[in-house]
């Protein structure tokens, strides 16, 4: 069975403005109705920001959203990568029309992540990116060209351990991981067709297990089906990848989520995937993952009736049992406090 998508700016006060979320009900104030999940999976999304308890993690916020945006925000992160950097992101299918600008994420290489390596791993259903070679062709057609790019399924796999897995005892993951020691987690934030939203979560889990073996963990199980686990259960699966991988680096791990062309389909979907229909935002960063996971869905909330597509996508693939998961697992807090980098 082919992969395809399947089952079926201005931003509000709220995050954005680093102030509380009004409330799981908002009244109307002029600006956009905070929109309140119909599903929330046990995620703190209908939550007010002042109600939420658990330490509180910084997540910095821009709507600076070009290249020099991004130099600024990685700034307030990247102090933990040290050693050989692995810098994370979806490089995407031939042609696809959301992926991040090449342009940006060479300036941020060039400028302040100096002699990092992109990592990526061949996909699981059939398309560009199946084989290294495919993969390698796919990447110079879209532009990755000015960096060492590292497909770290390449040449083989490693087993990383789960500590508090729920599912996933241990995660097959592209034996090339084991090559670096800190990892930038530069994730464009949108939609996915199975795990609701893609943000870092899906980024290093998904990104980071090999083609046939982790990845088959992740979407078949047990099942004897290529998709055969969805819903809650592969949240679950996710988060359990995700704990391993970052427990792997010791703490030498940022995230980075670029919430701009949030398509409802991931950047595996292409030039199929449909066109944005929710408005731009900027981009959250922080050493807490929950919480730049948290402060990128509650900002897509903020949005209100904006962001319905998105919202609607999220809830009916229980995509907010991502951000549930990663509390139990011990993976950030949902409490956090933004730093607004355009007022400092």
């Known amino acids: 069975m082919k992969r395809r998508v399947l089952i079926g700016g201005a931003m509000a006060a709220g995050v954005a403005a680093g102030l509380p979320i009004a409330s799981a009900a908002p009244e109307k104030t002029g600006k956009a109705v905070r929109a309140v999940a119909k599903v929330d999976d046990g995620s703190v999304v209908n939550v007010p920001l002042a109600k939420r308890t658990g330490p509180k993690s910084v997540v910095y916020f821009t709507r600076d959203l070009s290249a020099d945006g991004l130099r600024k925000i990685v700034a307030k992160v990247s102090t933990v990568l040290t050693g050989k950097v692995a810098v994370k992101l979806h490089t995407g299918e031939k042609g696809g029309p959301n992926i991040l600008p090449r342009e940006w994420v060479k300036e941020l290489l060039a400028n302040e992540i100096k002699n990092a390596t992109i990592v990526e791993t061949n996909t699981y259903y059939p398309g560009d990116r199946d084989t290294t070679a495919k993969h390698l062709d796919t990447l110079k057609v879209n532009g990755w060209t000015f960096a060492p790019v590292d497909i770290m399924d390449a040449d083989g796999t490693a087993m990383i351990p789960v500590k508090g897995a729920k599912h996933i005892k241990e995660i ?28 870092s979560n899906k980024n290093i889990s998904i990104g980071c297990a090999d083609a046939h073996t982790g990845k088959k963990q992740l979407h078949a199980g047990a099942t004897g089906q290529q998709w ?12 359990d990848a995700t704990k391993g991988i970052t427990d792997h680096f010791k703490g030498h791990v940022c995230y980075v989520n670029v919430l701009r ?43 209100g009736e904006a962001s319905a597509p998105l919202r609607e996508r999220i809830e009916t693939r229980h995509g907010l049992r991502q951000l549930s998961a990663m509390r139990e697992i011990g993976l950030g807090s949902e409490n956090y406090e933004i730093v607004d980098l355009d007022k400092a």
Do not use: W
């Open 172 to 199: 097959s993951v592209g034996k090339g991981l084991l090559k670096y020691d800190s990892l930038l987690t530069l994730t464009h934030f949108k939609g996915h067709t199975m795990g609701g939203f893609g943000g």
């Open 228 to 239: 055969g686990i969805t819903g809650r259960e592969f949240m679950e699966n996710m988060v």
């Open 261 to 303: 062309r949030m398509s409802v389909d991931c950047d595996c979907a292409g030039t199929s995937a449909e066109p944005p229909r929710v408005p731009d935002i900027g981009i959250f960063a922080s050493l807490d993952l929950l919480a730049v996971e948290q402060a990128s869905v509650d900002a897509v909330y903020d949005l």
